[in-house]
Nanobody, 127 residues
Framework: QVDLVESGGGVVQAGGALELSCGASGQILSSYVMAWFRQAPGKEREFVAAINWRGDNTIYADSVKGRFTISRDNAKNTVYLQMNSLKPEDTAVYYC????????????????????WGQGTQVTVSS
């Protein structure tokens, strides 16, 4: 069993910044691709960003490219999402997720690849 725990969400004005963190108990995350997804009210869960296990290969959704940065500190068993220049349309519950493949070198936006998910953290961007 893997328990992923997100933190760092909150309310911020448009143009502001937040950093989300994702840690785990019962599982070493350093050997897996990790990703962030988000889900706004009434919408499907959508991909935000993913990072390979070494931390040297990242991918982003077009909607966040240039504003968000995913990173990881394997020594701390933690994955981060730095979100800058936030927009009201970024408002959503943000989830971190762990890839099912060990030592995956290619991060993916395919939701089916992720086998464990956190409970989510709310991000609200006011205009």
């Amino acid at each position: 069993q893997v328990d992923l725990v997100e933190s760092g969400g909150g309310v911020v004005q448009a143009g502001g910044a937040l950093e989300l963190s994702c840690g785990a108990s019962g599982q070493i995350l350093s050997s897996y691709v990790m990703a962030w997804f988000r889900q706004a009210p009434g919408k499907e869960r959508e991909f935000v960003a993913a990072i390979n296990w070494r931390g040297d290969n990242t991918i982003y959704a077009d909607s966040v490219k240039g504003r968000f940065t995913i990173s990881r500190d394997n020594a701390k068993n933690t994955v981060y999402l730095q979100m800058n220049s936030l927009k009201p349309e970024d408002t959503a519950v943000y989830y971190c997720a762990k890839d099912r493949l060990l030592f995956g070198n290619s991060p993916t936006q395919e939701l089916i690849r992720y086998d464990f998910w956190g409970q989510g953290t709310q991000v609200t961007v006011s205009s």
